[in-house]
């Protein structure tokens, strides 16, 4: 198999100087969790065992433990039989997930040639059926703790959300679901005026004024609840109660795992490119006046947001 050649973040190393880590979250159908976990076991080392009903790990591989298991929120649910009844009959739509440790770059390189077994051995993704929904997440360590490294790759994406789903669109049944919403342009907007130097607090604040929803492309809760509990506590997240975490979780890529044209670095090259734009301050400054121009006033012809921040990213020489 060929290594992919994912790239380094623009900041590759944390404050303390070690290599930022990125977890990774799969899900994927075709394939139950033995199979999954077992083939994990052969390939990368380390014993696969089964846990409670069918939940299963790898401990000890060559990239750190995995934990494989049925996505579905009625595992959680309090009521056993609804639970046991929705395991039965959502087994053919709903995914099986797999969570992986915090990954170095050699990590998910590793990781990639994995994917490129499961699809070998039949693995499903998003657009096999259109009752899939299926998601690539990927949660990429904080750089450091200073306002500059999480508020402005947070209006990096915001900035280039519409034209990313524009460009680069996920399958539309996961646009039609809920879990990857994107953010309110009112947001955007205010985000925009505050500018990449805003402190981390008026970021915050300006955040939850206009959602908790953790159903967006990208969701900012972990690490705001994890730097600023103060702020926003974890039981306030809608959509699940949060676990702080010093990371971003990206939630907008799709798992295409059986698309011999899709890899993991094709989604990884989606948060490259925040982070490539968060790295230039002056070009944030030019999208944040930009996006304020083109969205005010009536678009009687619809938004052009998307022309113009392709323009302006080809200018960069990132697009």
């Not at 590759?12 to 159908?29: K, N, P, Q, S």
């Not at 009959?89 to 499961?118: C, K, N, W």
């Amino acid at each position: 198999m060929t290594r992919e050649a994912i790239a380094l973040l623009p900041i590759a190393e944390t404050a303390d100087g070690r290599e930022r880590r990125t977890g990774v979250e799969i899900e994927l159908g075709g394939l139950t969790e033995e199979q999954i976990a077992r083939l994990a076991a052969r390939h990368l080392g380390g014993e696969a065992r089964r846990l409670s009903g069918d939940d299963w790990e790898v401990r000890g591989t060559r990239i750190g433990d995995l934990k494989v298991y049925l996505d579905i929120f009625l595992r959680k649910h309090a009521d056993v039989a609804l639970a046991a009844l929705g395991l039965k009959i959502g087994r053919e739509v709903i995914p099986v997930e797999i969570v992986t440790d915090p990954l170095t770059r050699d990590g998910l390189m590793q990781l990639s040639e994995f994917i490129e077994l499961l699809r070998s051995e039949g693995a499903e993704g998003t657009g096999r059926s259109l009752l899939y929904g299926f998601g690539l997440h990927l949660n990429p360590e904080i750089a450091s703790a200073q306002d500059r490294d999480i508020v402005r790759p947070l209006l990096a994406y915001a900035l280039i959300e519409e034209w990313m789903r524009a460009i680069h669109p996920i399958e539309r049944t996961r646009e039609l679901l809920p879990f990857t919403a994107p953010f309110p342009k009112r947001l955007i907007g205010d985000l925009a005026r505050l500018g990449p130097d805003a402190s981390l607090e008026r970021v915050i604040m300006t955040y939850r004024s206009h959602t908790l929803s953790r159903n967006h492309g990208l969701d900012m809760l972990p690490v705001f609840i994890h730097l600023r509990p103060d702020l926003i506590a974890p039981e306030e997240g809608r959509g699940g109660t949060v676990s702080p975490r010093p990371t971003f979780h990206f939630r907008l890529p799709d798992c295409r795992i059986d698309d011999p044209d899709w890899s993991l670095d094709t989604e990884w090259q989606r948060w490259w490119l925040v982070e490539a734009i968060a790295a230039r301050p002056q070009l944030l400054e030019t999208l944040c006046r930009e996006w304020l121009a083109e969205k005010s006033g009536v678009q009687i012809l619809g938004s052009r947001w998307v022309a113009r921040c392709g323009a302006l990213l080809d200018e960069a020489g990132l697009s």
